[in-house]
């Protein structure tokens, strides 16, 4: 395994928060703030000042909460959105503009020269500032490459700290996200970012494929939240990190609680089948898959549920086997007869199949059968 070299910077409280309807209050972002610092990220992109006086206030709160982490905002190429990320006193800021020709076109009415010479006097101004800048290409991945890399050896010139580009529609595999940033790293004279999204479903893959060929800072939404179909999911991108990418130093015990408080504050609900914090990321339900489990959890966990603050759940039903049930009766202290066991297993099979989950109380109630019946 080819030890990766990265940082992650989490952008859950400024892209995270442009999903659709949610909007954190100030003591929110805090909490998110100070859970992604427990985590040990290395960079909290807090929020974008311009949007209101309101956003401006909770980024200045959280650049001043002494984290470890060191803070970040987004800023358009605009000398007002600058000098509020400057008020605000963060560590960095993200000064970005649309580079493919597609937005240069429909949104700016200036060409691609006119519009990197206006972004590298914003780049100028925040270093003046004494600001850190990412000099970000959104719909990067829409753009000519040749463009690209000038604009990134150009704001390299200029003193920008991180070049970075962004999928903003999520128009990459991660076989081209992979041979993209290969090639941008052939000439970049600073560490490259990369900010995934997931209108295609490969965000998190894309991060870490970036990541396997050179990108640095990897952004991040806890659940994944963000416009559309979402940014790449921190749980998912830590934990390919730590699995596969040998990068051990994040603690990835709280992630389970941060996802639900995210879910809680954005108000969007995480599937039960969410890679590493759904409620079914560790729930095994078939016979064959439990039998094997009982003797090591490695058969069918890939990583342990405990490693990222989960557990382990067995449901029963329809694809319950002998040995799954006889376990859970044994951990509630239930003793039956093989006939009983075996009477019990196919009530639970004729349940499931009308859709009928079982809960403690439908056990309950099965045994109480099977012990007149079985
Ligand atoms: C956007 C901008 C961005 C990238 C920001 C950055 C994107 O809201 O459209 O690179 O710092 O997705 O392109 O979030």
Redesign the pocket.
Known sequence: MRKSVVEICD?TL??GE?TPGVSFTCEEKKDIAEKLDAVGIEVI?AGFPSVSENEKRSVRAIAEMGLSARTCC?SRCVKSDLDAAIDCGVDLV?V?F?TSDLHIRVKYKKNREEMLELALGMVDYANDHGLRV?F????ASRTDIGFLKEMYRRGAERGAAYS?F?D?VGAMTPLEMYETVKELKKDLKNPL?V?C?NDMGFASANTITAAQAGAFQL?TTVNGIG?RAGNASLEEVLVALRMNCGVDRYDLTGLTKLSKTVEKYSGICVSKTKAVVGEHAFAHESGIHIAALLKDRKTYEYFPPEMVGGEQKFILGKHTGRKGLEHILNSIGCDLTPEQVTWSLNRIKTISEGKCSITQDVLMSVIKRAKKEG
């Open positions: 952008v400024r892209d442009q992109e987004l993200s970005f649309a990412r970000s290409a959104e719909e970075s962004a903003t970012c900010h999204h952004h416009e």
